[in-house]
């Protein structure tokens, strides 16, 4: 009697996992046979599938992003301010002021920050800028009565490094425990209909079930081959074997491609997420 054998899924990367459990869903929904006869186990499969789709993804706006935009604005524009009141000294008729101007305006230079560069490479800049004004520069942000700008610029800045620090956190810790649950969930609809597939295969005689069983055992030999690294018995179809072996890693024809992945063939994309 054929029946689909055994894979560690915890074994899996993310990217690799959910292609598995995509690529098994895809099979079940297209086999008529099966379909009809595991309706509701097709059902929890996609439902937890698409839970671990959502979990993958690491685009998912954060409650903080406003307010990181709303910082990141205030900062800009106190950066933009500082930069006027500089060169509105540069042409003073008093020679320690202009000094005073000519040496910030060149330190402004020297850093070239624009407010339109990515978020958090204008964060360690700026970081770097206002440290010099607070020491290298100190008697000229003094001498020209700068002092209000350079600590309002500190504060709006350290604001938003302490939005982003506290969003990247949240991010981690969404994404790892949202996924590890999700994933979980998919395995467990997956051996469900596993479960359900060799139950029917043992009653009513594997004959209807064998096309389906062969996909899902070829898939498990390529995936222990090709993302686990684990040797695993020759990829013969049950048809041929009458059966797979104790450690579940036979079935599945060779040589052909099956739903999109080949038995032996190139390791699947992996889409792993941040955290």
Known sequence: MSEIGTLSLERLNNGAHFLFISNVLARAEA?????SKLSAQIVSLKAAKEQEDEDLKVSQKSMLTDDIATADAERDGLYSGYKKAVNGFKNLPVENMAKAAKLL????????????MQLDKETGLLMNFIDDLEKKYSSEVQTLS???????????????????ATRTD?????AVGALKASRKASDEAYRQLVKFVNAYALIEGDSKYLSFIDYVNTEIVHYKR???GQKSGSSQTSGTTGGTTSGGSTGGSTGGTTGGTTSGGTTPPSVEIEG
């Open 170 to 174: 949240e991010r981690m810790a969404k």
């Open 146 to 164: 700068l002092g209000a700008f350079v600590s309002a610029l500190k504060a709006a800045n350290e604001k938003v490094r302490t939005l982003t």
């Open 226 to 228: 090709e993302v686990i």
């Open 105 to 116: 305006t060149q330190h402004i230079k020297d850093y070239a920050i624009d407010p339109k």
């Open 31 to 35: 086999d008529a046979n099966v379909k």
